[in-house]
């Protein structure tokens, strides 16, 4: 049972405009919320994160929004970059041991020129 | 700065056969993990070690065996290939504290089983 969910698994839209990538997740207890980039052939980096107290926070072009009565997360790029090319992953932080991060399977993101 | 440095790159394997895929961190960072990428997966985890002498299963650990060999080192053993476990392996590291815990990620290990 997938616990951190990315219904859409592409997106496709035009420079300058704005990216919206989605997240739900089932576990209350999750604390923290991160976003991932990753592009073809390398590791995973870090983008932002937001911890389940908050309901929005911003970092330049990236927002991430919270809602949890809803348990669903978004990430806004904007304005969008042909840069921004890659597949995003949710993540949410557990309660365990090493508070270990599961993650979402992944939205490729295109941005077009 | 290297981060996190795995090798091999890329490995291929027979059904049976065994290998172990090296995990370095030069962070100082106390916690360690295996995660395996599947298409349509995600990344899921396999193992992951809080601190220096323990290791703990992740989500997917079976045939899986992993060492905590110092505060830099996590290595991955596959002590007998199959197909299934054809998949691109990530080790990630994390200071284990308050906060988000943002995992820092090497570059993959590509492996293939015949």
């Known amino acids: 049972d997938q616990q951190v969910k990315q219904n859409s698994p592409s997106l496709s839209v035009q420079e300058g405009r704005i990216s919206i990538l989605n997240c739900d997740y089932t576990?209350?207890?999750?604390?923290?919320f991160l976003w991932y980039k990753k592009y073809p052939a390398e590791g995973p980096t870090f983008l932002i994160s937001?911890?389940?107290?908050?309901d929005k926070n911003e970092d330049g072009r990236f927002t991430v929004f919270l809602n949890k009565s809803a348990k669903h997360l978004s990430l806004h790029i904007v304005p969008s970059q042909p840069g921004d090319s890659a597949v995003y992953f949710c993540?949410?932080?557990?309660?365990?041991?090493?508070?270990?991060?599961?993650f979402g399977s992944g939205t490729q993101l295109t941005v077009l020129p | 700065n290297a981060g996190v440095t795995q090798t091999p790159k890329f490995q291929v394997l027979k059904t049976g056969q065994s290998m172990t895929l090296q995990c370095a961190q030069d962070?100082?960072?106390?916690?360690m993990y295996w995660y395996r990428q599947d298409p349509g997966m995600g990344l899921r985890l396999i193992y992951y070690?809080?601190?220096?002498?323990?290791?703990d299963k992740g989500e997917v650990p079976n045939g899986y065996n992993v060492s905590r060999l110092n505060k830099r080192e996590f290595s991955l053993r596959l002590e007998s290939a199959a197909p299934s476990q054809t998949s691109v392996y990530f080790c990630?590291?994390?200071?284990?504290?308050?906060?988000?815990?943002?995992?820092?990620f090497g570059a993959g290990s590509r492996l293939t089983v015949l």
């Open positions: 990630a590291s994390s200071v284990l504290g308050t906060g988000a815990n943002v995992l820092t």
């Open positions: 576990n209350s207890m999750f604390d923290y």
């Open positions: 937001i911890s389940s107290i908050k």
């Open positions: 993540a949410a932080r557990g309660s365990g041991s090493a508070r270990q991060l599961t």
């Open positions: 962070m100082n960072h106390n916690s």
């Open positions: 070690s809080a601190s220096e002498g323990t290791t």
